[in-house]
């Protein structure tokens, strides 16, 4: 088992930057891949971005290239979500993710999938004020 715990959001301006922070505990995520997650009020849960397991391999939605990085420290069980740039629409519950390391390929066709993810946080509500 692998216990996600989320912080960092909170309520900024548009323009503004949050990093989000996912602390593990439990089994090591070390040999896992994770990802960023985010649901506003009324829609489906929907991918934002992912790391593979060696950080190696980062993916991105289209709404939030070139705005927000994932990164992770192994040494810390810590992934994290810096993000520039916000948008009013980027506001959302932001759930982090892990599910254990697969074969890259099958990865780079099912990264943005939630149903693949086998363990959740319990969400940091990000919200930007235009």
């Known amino acids: 088992q692998v216990q996600l715990v989320e912080s960092g959001g909170g309520l900024v301006q548009a323009g503004g930057s949050l990093r989000l922070s996912c602390a593990a505990s439990?089994?090591?995520?070390?040999?896992?891949?994770m990802g960023w997650f985010r649901q506003a009020p009324g829609k489906e849960r929907e991918f934002v971005a992912s790391i593979s397991w060696s950080g190696a391999i980062t993916y991105y939605a289209d709404s939030v290239k070139g705005r927000f990085t994932i990164s992770r420290d192994n040494a810390k069980s810590t992934v994290y979500l810096q993000m520039n740039s916000l948008k009013p629409e980027d506001t959302a519950v932001y759930y982090c993710?892990?599910?254990?390391?697969?074969?890259?390929?099958?990865?780079?066709?099912?990264?943005?999938?939630?149903?693949?993810?086998?363990?959740w946080g319990q969400g940091t509500q990000v919200t930007v004020s235009s």
């Open positions: 439990g089994r090591t995520i070390s040999t896992s891949n």
């Open positions: 993710a892990a599910v254990a390391k697969y074969s890259t390929l099958a990865y780079s066709r099912d990264y943005y999938n939630p149903t693949r993810y086998e363990f």
